[in-house]
């Protein structure tokens, strides 16, 4: 019996196969895998046509969408970070994974899988750019002279806000929950009913952000974030500060000041039903000149990066929102035309 077992193992013919007492035979069929190999020619990457950094972005819509900037930009910024040493990604490449990783947040695993680089080679390259490109950019977020802001002064300003040095306003960004108590307690925000992180933002009525507080928990109250930005030490005499209704106190922080600044904000309600035609017209004045700071935020959260900011990023928020505001800062003006917009207005 083992002698006729071994004789079929040792058999490599094919076996036929029959069906109960039919005789007829059936086709002969081989057991096992056939050694011919099939190629799926469709899944093939064609190298030539493949992502390969820098190199494969070649029209200002790509380099739009997938790094926020233009190519004049582009090369501004490359100019601020040092060479690579030792690093098998060009300088080019190293500025596009920092870029790609600020405008659409993808993870550091899936801009490795792009580049072909390893995660923690993607890692290491965000974090030296970020404290290159943050020091080396200070300066293009910047508290201007009155002369500058008043060249730039847009007509919809004129003649109620001529004197118009700075529109403040506060942003959130969810961030994720944190490890500690306290760190939790100091980042929920009861008006988002979730964990932020709030900061101030203060741009001139150009649309240059001239302003940045440090990252704050979003427990603070917009009005405490204010006074310790260090507005009130900037301002001078004759300026005007518009803001929202979220500013009550630093009217009164001003007036004690003993400085000449008017804030200007729309009027409250208070325990009214309604406003007066006065008052809705005063709402109206101010926020039309006020919405120019909605859209400079608009732009900031066009970066996904501060969608919502991942703990192991928490050391370097401060960092982060300063290069987006200094990517906002290189586009466009909002304001393209002072007589379209006082138009538009």
């Not at 980042?187 to 507080?213: C, D, E, M, Q, W």
């Amino acid at each position: 019996m083992v002698k006729f077992f071994l004789e079929i193992l040792e058999d490599t013919r094919p076996i036929k196969i029959y069906c109960g007492n039919n005789n007829k035979k059936f086709a002969n069929k081989e057991c096992g895998t056939p050694h011919k190999t099939f190629v799926d020619t469709e899944s093939q990457t064609d190298n030539k046509h493949g992502f390969h950094g820098f190199a494969s972005v070649t029209k200002d819509r790509e380099i739009l969408d997938l790094a926020g900037v233009s190519f004049p930009n582009f090369d501004f910024l490359l100019t601020k970070i040092r060479p690579p040493q030792k690093c098998i990604v060009s300088k080019k490449d190293r500025l596009l994974i920092f870029l790609m990783k600020i405008k659409t947040g993808l993870t550091f695993s899936g801009l490795g899988v792009l580049f072909s680089v390893h995660r923690t080679t993607i890692s290491a390259i965000f974090y030296e750019t970020l404290q290159h490109l943050a020091s080396a950019t200070r300066n293009l977020v910047f508290w201007p002279d009155i002369d500058a802001v008043q060249e730039t002064m847009p007509d919809c300003f004129l003649p109620d806000y001529n004197n118009t040095r700075v529109i403040i306003d506060c942003t959130e960004f969810r961030i994720d929950i944190p490890t500690s108590v306290d760190n939790r307690v100091f980042t929920y925000s009861n008006y988002k009913k979730n964990f932020t992180a709030k900061v101030l933002i203060g741009i001139t009525p150009g649309g240059f952000i001239s302003l940045r507080s440090d990252v704050a928990g979003g427990r603070k109250y917009d009005s405490q974030l204010t006074i310790e930005s260090g507005l009130l030490d900037l301002l001078e005499d004759g300026d005007i500060v518009l803001a929202d209704k979220g500013f009550p106190e630093i009217k009164t922080v001003i007036d004690a000041s003993g400085k000449k600044v008017k804030m200007v904000m729309p009027p409250f309600l208070e325990k009214k039903t309604e406003f007066s035609t006065e008052e809705t017209q005063q709402t109206y004045s101010v926020a039309r000149v006020r919405i120019h700071v909605e859209r400079i935020m608009q732009r900031l959260r066009t970066h996904q990066i501060l969608h919502k900011i991942p703990q192991h990023l928490f050391h370097c928020i401060d960092d982060i929102l300063h290069i987006c505001c200094v990517l906002v800062n290189l586009q466009p003006p909002i304001i393209s035309n002072k007589t379209d917009e006082a138009n538009e207005g």
